[in-house]
């Protein structure tokens, strides 16, 4: 089987939108008749499935938060009966309930060939060992690039994440041509492997399929260059399908959104208004071909942009490019908003050897303060006059990226915790005074 679907992922765009009005319209239908909650939605708002004819009409419909599924918990929002839902998901979430999400074997397979259309954008094939070391069980990562990678016909390595030793190993004297893992794993394993001996030409590693958090362009060029791969960004979330929403091509210009499967948009999260494609905001998808949990406008918290000329690759396809970060990660910082995504750029810009950093926000003296800890670097440091001088240019390089200024405090070698997941890079003490000062 082909996963390089040419005729839709390269099709003029208004062939593309007269599918996806297709399917909208139909999609419509099927919640209005079987979601409880999106009926008395669509009746509060006064449209009826049949005002909704083609995407032109998207932008009247309700949107669908985090909330309405936590409202909802577990399965009050999927569209089929349980005996048609062959798998469940969670996202543990860092605040608040967790949310279900619900498959039917239907919604398995679009999956799968999602996932199997990610790898072959990035040029793997089924002679590829794909080595999937994000974590299998409830988080979509593990089991999501492993039904992709089966798909493609590739030979499927299920490593899951952690024991770095053992990983390494398989590396080796697996052949995996293909990695799955989340960039703050990869820094990790790169960063494992350098202390214990091994060399990248040990591996036969050629891509890796990096997703589930952001990550800048500084630290895909530590992990190309630690791994001796090219990186690759893959997108995804739990509410909408897991990994494979949307993944890069060979050219590394944003992330290819499988839209015969998923309509995004782009809103102001003030306004809610639609923005035009190169504005950023806030990303929201439509799920058009999904029985199970038919997401509708749904609103994703991460901040990107789409663009929709044509890519290099020949794709038509809709193009995220790398989010910058959630709205609710977002730190302000005495009243500035800072990205923790633009903080990592900046420090790695100046050494890219900190690819291990923890941002701290206190409250002092009813000011914000924002504390950059790094660990201090090993070998350019040989005096206090060292130290002084790279606390002063990391300082330096933070303050003018972010316009706030930082406390930076340097860590002893290898004291901030490593990552196998999602990397915490963020404690904001003010929300844990916040919590129980009432
Ligand atoms: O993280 C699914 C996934 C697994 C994607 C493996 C890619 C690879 P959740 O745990 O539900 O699902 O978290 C979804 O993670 O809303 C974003 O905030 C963030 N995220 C996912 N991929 C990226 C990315 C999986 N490439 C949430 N860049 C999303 C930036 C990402 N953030």
């Known amino acids: 089987m082909n996963y390089y679907l040419k005729e839709i992922e390269c099709s003029p765009r208004h062939e593309l939108e007269s599918l996806q009005s297709f399917r909208l319209s139909k999609q419509i239908r099927h919640v209005y008749e079987n979601v409880a909650p999106y009926r008395a939605k669509m009746d509060e708002a006064g449209i009826k499935p049949e005002d909704i004819k083609s995407i032109a009409d998207l932008a009247r419909l309700p949107f669908t938060t985090k909330q309405d599924l936590r409202d909802n918990y577990p399965y009050g929002m999927f569209a089929v009966p349980m005996s048609d839902v062959v798998r469940i998901h969670a996202s543990s979430g860092t605040t608040g309930k967790q949310t279900v999400v619900g498959y039917t074997q239907n919604d398995i397979e679009i999956w799968a060939e999602c996932a199997a259309r990610s790898l072959v954008q990035i040029g793997g094939s089924k002679h590829d060992y794909v080595h999937v070391s994000y974590g299998y069980g409830l ?18 390595i299920p490593a899951s994440a952690g024991n770095s030793m053992r990983q390494l190993e398989m590396f080796r004297d697996f052949g995996s041509s293909i990695v799955c893992m989340t960039p703050s794993y ?14 990248k030409d040990d591996f036969k590693l050629k891509a890796g399929v990096l997703g589930a958090e952001p990550w800048s362009e500084e630290m895909r060029r530590e992990i190309e260059d630690g791994f001796g791969i090219k990186a690759y960004d893959i997108y995804g979330l739990s509410e909408i399908l897991g990994p494979s929403v949307s993944c890069e091509c060979i050219y590394q210009c944003g992330m290819h959104v499988c839209e015969d499967h998923f309509i995004p948009e782009v809103i102001d999260p003030d306004t809610l208004e639609p923005l035009p494609s190169g504005k950023q ?35 038509t396809l809709a193009r995220m490019l790398k989010p910058q970060g959630r709205t609710d990660d977002m730190l302000i910082i005495r009243g500035v908003n800072v990205f923790p995504s633009q903080i990592e750029a900046a420090l790695l810009s100046f050494d890219n050897k900190a690819t291990n950093y923890l941002l701290v926000v206190d409250k002092a003296n009813n000011l914000d303060t924002l504390e950059v800890q790094i660990e201090t670097p090993r070998g350019i440091i040989s005096s206090i006059a060292d130290l002084q001088k790279y606390e002063k240019k990391a300082k330096a390089v933070i303050d003018s990226a972010i316009g706030v200024g930082v406390t930076i405090k340097l860590k002893e070698p290898k004291s901030l915790e490593r990552s196998m997941g999602k990397a915490v890079r963020v404690v904001d003490n003010r929300k844990i005074k916040n919590k129980f000062e009432g």
């Open 281 to 315: 905001g806030e990303l929201v998808f439509t799920c058009i071909t999904k029985e199970a949990l038919p997401l509708i406008r749904y609103r994703t918290r991460d901040i990107a942009t789409l663009v929709y000329d044509k890519c290099r690759c020949g794709r």
């Open 186 to 199: 990869a820094i990790s394993l790169i960063e494992f492997a350098q202390e214990n001996g091994f060399n």
């Open 139 to 156: 988080f979509t990562g593990g089991l999501g690039m492993h039904y992709g990678a089966e798909k493609l016909g590739a030979v499927t």
